[in-house]
């Protein structure tokens, strides 16, 4: 848990790296539900780390990271998914100068073909994130499953 | 498809804009859900339009938009029906010096009295905004809803 | 209901602010959600106020509410549940120099141990945040539940 500092206050960043984190995460969840996986991929840093609590080892590289997903979203179309990545209620610091950590919420809706929509999972994720000019980096990026025992 | 450039970039708007969107978008939900069409209609353009992909024609000029929500929002309260809209996951670009390209996620939340939360549908959405003073109006928004096979 | 003006237009707060806000709330839920019952009843004031529509009568003071929230936490713990907060559709308007007033939707997701994510409940609720240094806390919150008669 990076963000909250145990004491009841939050560290925090300013309004402009707030804005650009908040459209970063809509500009990256929007590449993964187009099925975008390549693209998704290079918003990770080339050795970027994705670790899920439910995922027997981390995928590690933006190469494995863009197999990986290429194959997750391969299903999702298969099945005619439409699926909805929301990141909300995110925390942030400074941790360098172009370093930031975040803690945030992340949840899918997704919604079948001809069908309604429905809450798909439930997650709490922590972000490393990097400055990459104007926008941001994931350089390490951890998901723990809501309802599963397993710490990630 | 507005906003992702294709190429794991993504094109932003400042912290000042991002917030101006933010709050337009959140008042103009809370309008809308609390049943103020002609004010929910007061945030398009006199010449907007409100096409969603599961209605035959598109809403053309704020009276028809006011009219068909109107009739909408009253179904719902006859319902007995609490319904939500969130906007999330907005993207945004500036398209001139007053005009914003947004794509975004809306879902919907319903409480029936007495009833459970349940998601009633997810949409992912394109808007063409303009400014109007200090705030933004509606020119354009189209709506797709998820699980539908056409395009909006 | 505090935020829109009821001509179609609301009132809005500035980036700056509108970022504190955003990571005020963020904090906030995850502290509620990690089970930080203390640490949570801290992002209120001394004699802060949180009342909801389906409680008998408000808790009064942050020493009631940290005991009436670590009541309600143990509970959720001891149901094995995990619960996620999320605060969304935030307007916001300056009621003094270091006064705001919001208005927003809050909804409630949780997932049993080895269960799925549901919707547990919906509701719109209304803040009273006053400056504390370079954070907010709240003086009084009014939170009304969906599908619910009564009036907060």
């Known amino acids: 848990m990076t963000a909250p500092a ?4 939050v560290a925090t960043v300013d309004a402009t ?6 459209q970063f995460y809509a500009g990256q969840m929007q590449l993964l539900d187009d099925g975008a996986a390549d693209e998704w991929a290079r918003t990770f840093t080339l050795d970027g780390v994705f670790e899920q609590n439910v995922l027997p080892r981390p995928w590690r590289g933006r190469d494995e990271i863009a197999a990986k997903m290429r194959a997750a979203v391969g299903k999702v179309a298969a099945q005619q998914l439409d699926r909805r990545h929301w990141i909300g209620m995110v925390t942030a610091r400074l941790a360098g100068p172009d370093v930031v950590h975040t803690r945030y919420y992340a949840t899918v809706v997704q919604t079948r073909k001809g069908g309604s929509a429905e809450l798909h999972l439930s997650t709490c994720a922590e972000d ?25």
């Open 6 to 9: 145990g004491d009841g206050t």
């Open 128 to 152: 490393v994130l990097v400055r990459d000019g104007g926008s941001w980096l994931v350089e390490h990026r951890s998901v723990r499953h809501d309802g599963t025992a397993a710490e990630g």
């Open 17 to 22: 790296v707030y804005a650009e984190l908040q």
